[in-house]
């Protein structure tokens, strides 16, 4: 009976890590592509120098202690390395890692952070939400911040898998819904419940889905015309 039951739990645990590793290899290969077709899409050049310009914006904004950037400041952070951009080159999205070192700490951050391409200017803004990374799942000693290596492996496993897909041929591609879900989600607003003409309370009436969305992302990126000219953020794409 003894060995029986042995057998059994050894047949468990050799199924349990020949499932884990299948997942290890399948969140390498995904996260792999995902670099691999974004950087294909902007071009190697391209894709640092709007690396650059992120990392730039973010840091200036954090060195003016931006209010709505202190969840941010206010701790060590990092861009994240990927930046992840869709088929037609206006939209962006990537992370933004946050590690706490107050002693009263025990957990940690990834912030979503998006781009947006409008009238061949990109704009930088955050939206999309927070991961809370609690560190008692990652570590033993919960007063240490996770590291930043560890961020970005848990921001690549669930805020930006879902940038690629595999077609039916069994290939990776772009996801357009993880753009759709970024950028058109209510969270944002609806389309389709605007008023059904102007007020100076709600702003302008929009015919046009596109340039709906777009007025909300310059908003978002303070520059909106009712917002301060330091938090703005225009920057054209080279």
């Avoid at 701790?75 to 037609?88: A, G, I, K, M, P």
């Avoid at 496993?157 to 989600?185: C, I, P, Q, S």
Wanted: aromatic share 12%; charged share 25%; proline share 2%.
């Amino acid at each position: 009976m003894l060995n029986h039951v042995s057998r059994c739990i050894g047949l468990i645990l050799l199924t349990v890590s020949m499932a884990c590793h299948q997942q290890w290899r399948e969140d390498s290969e995904r996260n792999h592509e995902i670099l691999k077709i974004s950087r294909s899409i902007m071009g190697a050049r391209e894709y640092n120098t709007i690396y650059q310009q992120v990392s730039d914006s973010l840091n200036t904004w954090c060195s003016a202690k931006l209010p709505g950037y202190r969840s941010i400041w206010s701790f060590d952070y990092r861009l994240d390395s990927v930046l992840c951009f869709n088929s037609q080159k206006d939209r962006m999205v990537t992370t933004i890692l946050v590690r706490c070192h107050r002693y009263e700490c025990e957990t940690d951050d990834v912030h979503c952070f998006y781009g947006a391409k409008i009238k061949g200017k990109w704009y930088f803004f955050q939206g999309g939400g927070t991961m809370v990374v609690i560190r008692e799942h990652y570590q033993k000693d919960v007063h240490t911040p996770v590291s930043f290596e560890k961020l970005h492996e848990l921001a690549m496993n669930n805020m930006l898998r879902g940038y690629v897909k595999r077609n039916k041929d069994g290939e990776w591609e772009v996801n357009y819904a993880f753009f759709t879900a970024h950028f058109e989600d209510s969270g944002w607003g609806n389309f389709e419940k605007q008023k059904p003409r102007d007020t100076l309370p709600n702003g302008k009436h929009f015919t046009d889905k596109k340039a709906y969305f777009e007025s909300l992302y310059l908003r978002a990126a303070g520059a909106s015309p009712l917002q301060n000219d330091k938090n703005k953020t225009l920057l054209k794409s080279k």
